[in-house]
């Protein structure tokens, strides 16, 4: 007999909350002091959250796991140095720094999010949050955007001191779905990492060639959700 559980684990910051915030940031307090370098703002934010993706990742493997956040302000420095920037510490300061940081705090919810998450929870979906960010960061993003999560479906990294996208970081939250009746519970990204949803909104281009098909990709938010609930019918 098939399952009647539903159930759909999303990958928060980068699919249902927006970068934006932390972009512009980096343009206001560093952007003429950047372009003036050839450097794109955007570009140099875009660089920073991969390298720091990179080295969380490392550290995790390595079994020496750091809190992503601390990770990112880490880098910081040395993503000007290797944008060409030759004294770094002169170019920019610790207060420039903690401006950016702060501003990283108030990251918004996508166009469309909140939206998304109500269409499936109204189709019999229960949604879960799972964050390589720490809790009470990334439940801001939910508070201000006025999306119900409870505490209990919201789920860090931070607890098991293992990385996302290492299935290690998954396992348990699968087992526990599979051991509540759901055999192939729904995984909703803006990241080709793994089989199930995938919204392009953040990465743009699919590269199905690379990562493999989907059993859903979309453009919107509230799309993916759409062609997930029709997919589970």
Known sequence: MASTKKNIVFDVVGTLVSYDAMFDAIETRLGDRLRAEGIKPRLLGYTWLEAAEREYTYLSISSRYKKFGVVFEALFFRMLWMAGISEPRTFASQDDLAYIMEEYLKLEMRPGAKECVSKLREAGFTVWAFTAGDLKRVGGYFTRAGVDMPEANFLTCDTLGVGKPSTEAYMPLVKKLQDDG????????????????YCTVWEKEPLLDLFGDMEVVADTLPEMAEKVIAAAL
């Open 182 to 197: 759901d055999d192939s519970p729904w995984f909703a990204a803006a990241h080709m990492w793994f089989k199930g949803a």
